[in-house]
């Protein structure tokens, strides 16, 4: 059966990681999903490739995609995606801010070709103010955003260090973008009516964070308003990056003894006790019951029970290294309580329960042969969601698309003359 978006049209002007995976995401859910690439190809093509133009970078954010390459700088080129537009129900672009105005694939433009017209703007730091034009990435949209800050990671020369696992505000802008353009369909299946949608890195990264910086007054006055201030004392006098950091940390706390990581004998474990249920059984396994974090009226700004959490952190950390992992997660696992070795990406696709869930599809690519690549992040019962192929190489629908727009071989192979678009081989 088709997925959820099947007859639904997408054309994408994006590069690098946001707006390529929101294509990703779309096509999953069985959009036609074409990126418009410039001449020469977006550069993430080239970033750690092995071969030519197919980095693996590069066919992670863009499978499942037809591909096309349109001279946007050349009135020819403009002209095709004009002559597109009116087969196309949703535009992507993640250009900065004001560049598709000057390439003419701005919403305004673009709309009166198809007045219904879904498109999304996704940009670094939003569409007004003065950063609006400001070039961003996900690891400049962390640290604007206070992500970096928050995950508290200091390198030894003091510098600050990106969060490790990928690009957080990046896919998070991705499934914001996505998530826009399933309700913005289902509002014009109501109404009629396009719209466009407006993501930023900027947005994405502080909402990841809600639960941090959101403003609570009772609360804040004990905790944020208090490290605020030490924050501004730390920076008039002069203070570095680390000794920031470790002023945050001195007004953090953490999720207690049962919720973080240890070490085990042979490597990582962490502990993901969000309940007093769960709680009280670590507590029972481990030989903790005088544990009192969960006693009726326990004060955590109280000194002495500071001293008493660091007193039982120090005796967890000497059990967890008694045995192994597999031991720890074995008896941790007899008795319901949540719990998970720390593996290591590299070995994620072998993963038993990964491979069960059916998370990694075999592709095959047109350059670079057999693949195993993450697929749809959701399934869905009555209109499945499918990878529905590898990354396109380079120009390689461009004839195949502009045939289907009505163009024909004559004028296909003018405009590739030109120069205004360009097919593989």
């Given at each position: 059966?088709?997925g959820?978006?099947?007859?639904?049209r997408?054309?994408e002007f994006?590069?690098?990681?946001a707006?390529?995976?929101s294509?990703?995401?779309?096509?999953?859910?069985g959009?036609?999903?074409?990126?418009?690439?410039p001449?020469g190809?977006?550069?993430?093509?080239?970033?750690?490739?092995v071969?030519?133009?197919?980095?693996k970078l590069?066919?992670?954010?863009?499978?499942?995609?037809?591909?096309?390459?349109?001279?946007?700088?050349?009135p020819?080129?403009?002209?095709?995606i004009?002559?597109?537009?009116p087969?196309?129900?949703v535009?992507?672009?993640?250009?900065?801010?004001?560049?598709?105005?000057?390439?003419?694939i701005?919403y305004e433009t673009?709309?009166?070709y198809r007045?219904?017209?879904?498109?999304v703007?996704s940009?670094?730091?939003?569409?007004?103010?003065?950063?609006?034009t400001?070039?961003?990435?996900d690891?400049?949209?962390q640290?604007?955003s206070?992500?970096?800050?928050?995950?508290?990671?200091?390198a030894?020369d003091?510098?600050?260090?990106?969060?490790?696992?990928?690009a957080?505000?990046?896919?998070?802008?991705?499934?914001?973008?996505?998530?826009?353009v399933?309700?913005?369909?289902?509002n014009?299946?109501?109404?009629?009516?396009?719209?466009?949608?407006?993501?930023?890195?900027?947005?994405?990264g502080v909402?990841l964070?809600?639960?941090?910086?959101?403003?609570?007054?009772v609360?804040?006055?004990?905790?944020?308003?208090?490290?605020r201030?030490?924050?501004?004392?730390?920076?008039?006098?002069?203070?570095?990056?680390?000794?920031?950091i470790?002023?945050?940390?001195?007004?953090?706390?953490t999720?207690?003894?049962y919720?973080?990581?240890?070490?085990?004998k042979?490597g990582?474990?962490i502990?993901?006790?969000?309940?007093?249920?769960?709680?009280?059984?670590?507590?029972r396994?481990?030989?903790?019951?005088?544990?009192?974090?969960?006693?009726?009226?326990?004060?955590?700004l109280?000194?002495?029970?500071?001293?008493?959490?660091?007193?039982?952190?120090?005796?967890m950390?000497?059990k967890?290294?008694e045995?192994?992992?597999?031991?720890?997660?074995e008896?941790?696992?007899?008795?319901?309580?949540?719990?998970?070795?720390v593996?290591?990406?590299?070995?994620?696709?072998?993963d038993?329960?990964?491979?069960a869930?059916?998370?990694?599809?075999?592709?095959?690519?047109?350059v670079?042969?057999p693949q195993?690549?993450?697929?749809?992040v959701?399934?869905m019962?009555?209109?499945?969601t499918?990878?529905?192929?590898a990354?396109?190489?380079?120009?390689?629908?461009?004839r195949g698309?502009?045939?289907?727009?009505g163009?024909?071989e004559s004028?296909?192979d003018?405009?590739?003359?030109?120069?205004?678009?360009?097919?593989?081989g």
């Open positions: 059966m088709p959820p978006l099947h007859g639904v997408v054309l994006t590069l690098v990681v707006g390529p995976m294509g990703v995401l779309l096509s999953d859910l959009a036609d999903v074409i990126k418009v690439e001449p190809g977006e550069s993430t093509r080239q970033s750690r490739a071969i030519p133009d197919e980095s590069f066919q992670a954010f863009n499978r499942g995609k037809r591909d096309i390459v349109v001279d946007l700088q050349q020819e080129g403009r002209e095709v004009y002559k597109l537009m087969s196309v129900d535009v992507v672009a993640n250009y900065r801010y004001g560049v598709p105005k000057k390439l003419g701005d673009l709309k009166e007045p219904d017209l879904i498109y703007e940009t670094g730091f939003g569409t007004r103010g003065e950063l609006s400001r070039g961003c990435s690891v400049v949209a640290a604007y206070g992500i970096m800050a928050g995950d508290q990671k200091v030894e003091g510098a600050p260090i990106p969060a490790s696992f990928g957080p505000a990046d896919y998070a802008t991705a499934m914001a973008s996505a998530m826009g399933c309700a913005a369909l289902f014009r299946s109501l109404t009629g009516k396009g719209q466009r949608i407006n993501t930023s890195l900027l947005r994405t909402w964070q809600s639960h941090n910086v959101n403003h609570e007054p609360t804040d006055a004990l905790f944020d308003d208090v490290t201030a030490k924050l501004d004392e730390t920076r008039a006098a002069g203070g570095s990056y680390p000794e920031l470790e002023v945050r940390q001195e007004g953090r706390f999720g207690g003894l919720y973080g990581g240890y070490a085990a042979d990582g474990i502990l993901g006790a969000l309940t007093k249920l769960n709680r009280d059984g670590f507590r396994v481990l030989g903790l019951e005088d544990e009192p974090s969960d006693q009726p009226g326990y004060d955590i109280d000194p002495e029970n500071q001293r008493m959490a660091e007193h039982f952190m120090e005796v950390r000497a967890m290294r045995r192994t992992v597999d031991e720890w997660i008896i941790f696992d007899a008795q319901g309580l949540p719990a998970a070795p593996n290591f990406p590299e070995e994620i696709r072998l038993e329960q990964v491979v869930e059916g998370i990694f599809v075999d592709l095959e690519h047109d670079t042969g195993s690549f993450v697929g749809p959701l399934e019962s009555e209109t499945p499918s990878a529905s192929g990354a396109p190489p380079l120009a390689r629908d461009t698309v502009m045939l289907d727009a163009y024909s004028e296909v003018a405009l590739i003359a030109s120069g205004a678009v360009v097919q593989a």
